[in-house]
Each structure stands twice: as C-alpha cells, then as structure tokens.
C-alpha cells in the first residue's frame, strides 16, 4: 500500500543521513522512469528485427527531452515554493499551491503536446535524422508525445510530494508502472509483431498510469495541508507568479541543455554513419543513469534548502549544500565506475546477440564512455550547487550561468572547435560536457557565495526584528 504518513519536516535533527535516504527513493524513481527509454531502445534492438529502429528511436531522444526537461524544470518551481511554505508553516498557502500547480500542469503538457505534434517532422529533419530513420523517428516522437500531458500532471505531482518530505511515493509508482511499461513493450514487439510505434504505445500507457496514481495519492493525503481536491483547484496568481518565477528560469535552463545537446546530436549525425548514431543512443542511455543519480541530490538539496530558507535555518542550508556534494561526488564516481566495470554485458543488451556491427558498436560506445563516465560526478557538482540556489528562491541568475556555462559553450564547442583536427570525432565532440561542467561550476561557486552574505544579512534582521517584537 502507498503511504500516507504525515510531512516530513526537515528543520531540525541530524542532516546527513536525512540528505541520503531523501535522495535515494529519488534516485531510484528516476532511473525507473529512464528505463522506460531504456526498454523501448533494449526491445526494439533485440525483437523487432528492424536495423534501423533503435536509431530511429534514439534520433528522438533530444527532442523529447527538450519537453521533458522543460516540463520537470518548470515542476521544480512548485517544490520549491510547496517546500518554503511548509517550512514557514503557511497551511493556505501550501494548499493553493498545490491546486495552483496542478490545473497549471495540465494546461502546460496539453501545450506541449499539440506543440511537439506540429513540429516533429520539420525538427527532426532539421537536425539532421537520416532519411532511412525519418519516417519511423517521426511515428514513434508524435506517439510520445500524445503521453505529455500525463508526463506533466505526474512530475508535479511527484514535486509536491517530495517538497513535502515524501520520496518514497513516486519510487512505489514508478516501479508499478515501470513493470507495466515492460510487459506492455514486449507485448507489443514480440506478440503483436510491432516495432517502434510499439514501444512508444507501451510508454505512453505507463504514463497515464503513473499521472493517475499520484493525484489518488495526494487526495488520500487526509488532514494535510498538500491534499488534493478537484473541487480546490485555482489559479492564485500570487502564488502561479512565485512558481513561474522560479519554475520558468528552471525550465529554460533545462530546455536550452537540450536545445544544445540537439545541436550536438547534428554533430554526431554529421558522421553519417548509423553505427555511430546508434552507438551514440546506447551511450546516451546507460550514462543516464549516472545523471539521475546526481540529479537525485539536486532534488534533495532543493527541497532541504527551500524548507530551511523558510525557517530561516541558515547554518542548515550551509550543512545542506556540504553534505549534498559529499553525498554526490562519492555516488557519482561509484556508479560511473560500476557501469564501466560491466560496460560490455551493458552495451550488448542493447544488441541482438547476431548482428554483424556488434563489436564495432562496443568499440564505438566504450569509447564515448570514457569521455563521459569518467568526469560524471562534476555535473553532480553542478546540480547540486544549482539545487541549493534555486532553494534558497534564486531562478534568474543560476539560469544565466547555466546558459552561458554550459549551453552556449557546448554551441560554441559544436561549430568552433569541434571541426578541428584531431577533435573531429565522437570522442572530441563529447569532451564538450566535462568543460562545460567545470566552468559552470566556478560562476555558480562565486554566485553562492555573493548570495550567502546577502542571506546572512537578511537573516540576522528578520531574526532582531522578531526579538524585538517578541519583547514588546
């Protein structure tokens, strides 16, 4: 059964393990949710004896992801503002919120839906999708993005319950729906003799599964401020404002990392070599893994910064952000290393076991892998100091570090020195993402400490003025 045990309140006692097990449910949910992409790729490159589907789903995946991460981005808004609303103890508050945030989510996936339906076609071809990939590339995207409006409705959802110290929840309903997206995948491939519009059906059916199973979890949320109703919902415009604020910044930093790996993928389908597509595809899903791994502590540092910047608990926001980057080099490193211990078993479940290009591909993927997996745990860095910034409400200027740190660097990578010898090649390409995570770092580094003295100040009154206050 689901819990519905009461918010957890993360103001006070030890933080380290707090940190930890918040952040591990999270962990877990987002590599579930990736194997949805994971199975798609996996069935349709082992069963549906078509060459050319697993590439056609992987030239998908940058723009699926710009939705997506704009989607989620835009989620982030809601957790943080839910979270310091808990932390301050505003009840009403965190309840608009919450019904705010909902009606909003499915006007904004119905959006992207239609949205990604008109333009599937011209963009995949603007990147430059092969024509032999075209036509099942652009089936499989319209597919997907028919599942968007569930997309949106169940990461807002799953938002509001992690800002409310529940982590645990949307992990129960991804693996539920995660077991139904792959029964569902080989069904559709292997009975029903489906290729690529197969998987996509599977996927799009867990997802309305998953959106429907976290709005009954929040309305059984009985006597807490954070329970849904539909006969609550409402636009506060206070509210939607402090979420935009927040949320818009989030969500276009995280559409602009796509747009910007878009422009990479035409770096790659450059080439023209479908080995190297389809290498590029695998690589791009086992590192996944190690991206949700630190995106977890992203969502944890958030949320316990955003509760601690309400109670106005300013050294545990400074505890929140040490322990956070412990937590994700240590994770970061030991999961890219695991994943580069057993890279060829990994890299062949995506192969059918007699494909002529089998080797070829392992070679192709072991190497990218280098590149990436190595230097993985500094986007975890990156994450991580971002989580705490935009905890403590700041939107705008993390957004502007991130566009320039690492969205305009990898563009500028991309046309300027890529073309050079010896870069031109997949590995010279990827060298692009560690640069771009140093130099992200440093300015969101200076930007923390430039906002630390602000907060202590601003502390240091509100906390006199209270005395003072409380004396007369």
Known sequence: MIS?????????GPLFFKILLFALPIMLTGILQIMYNMADNIVVGQWSGDENALGAVGSTSSLNNLVITMITGTAAGTGVVVAQCIGAR???????????????????????????????RPVLAMIGTQDILLDQAVLYMRIICLGIPATSVYNFGSSILRS??????????????????????????????????????????????SAAAVIIVLMKKHGESYQFSF???????????????????????????????????????????????TAYTITNNIDSITYIACNSFYQAAMTFTGQNYGAMKHERVKKTLVFSLIQVTVVGIAISQLIMLFREQIISLYI????????????????????????????G????????????????????????????????????FFPLEPLNTPQGLLLCFPLSWIITILMLIVLFLVAWKKLKIMFAVTKENANRDSKA
């Open 352 to 379: 059918a076991s007699d494909a002529q290009n089998k080797s070829e591909l392992i070679a192709l993927c072991h190497d990218m892998m280098q590149i990436l997996l190595n230097t993985y745990f500094l986007c």
């Open 231 to 277: 006969k609550k919902l409402c636009f506060d415009m206070v509210l939607f404002k402090r979420i935009l604020r927040i949320g818009i910044p989030s969500g276009i930093q995280s559409s602009f990392f796509s747009l910007a790996n878009i422009v990479l993928t035409n770096g790659i389908n450059s080439f023209g070599d479908p080995n190297v597509i």
């Open 381 to 416: 860095v990156m994450e991580v100091v971002m989580g705490v910034m935009r905890g403590l409400g700041y939107s705008i200027s993390p957004m502007l570090i991130s566009l320039t740190g690492a969205c305009a660097f990898r563009i500028f990578w991309r046309y300027v």
């Open 90 to 120: 505003r009840d009403r508050d965190v309840s608009r919120a919450v019904h705010t945030a909902i009606s909003f989510s499915l006007f904004l996936g119905i959006g992207f839906s239609a949205l990604g339906l008109l333009i599937s």
């Open 164 to 209: 409310a110290g529940d982590s645990r929840t949307p992990l129960i309903i991804l693996t539920s729906t995660g077991i139904i997206n792959v029964l569902l995948n080989l069904f559709f491939v292997i009975a029903c003799g489906m290729s690529v519009e197969g998987v996509a059906l599977a996927t799009i059916i867990a997802q309305y599964v």
């Open 4 to 12: 519905t045990k009461k918010t957890r309140n993360f103001t006070e």
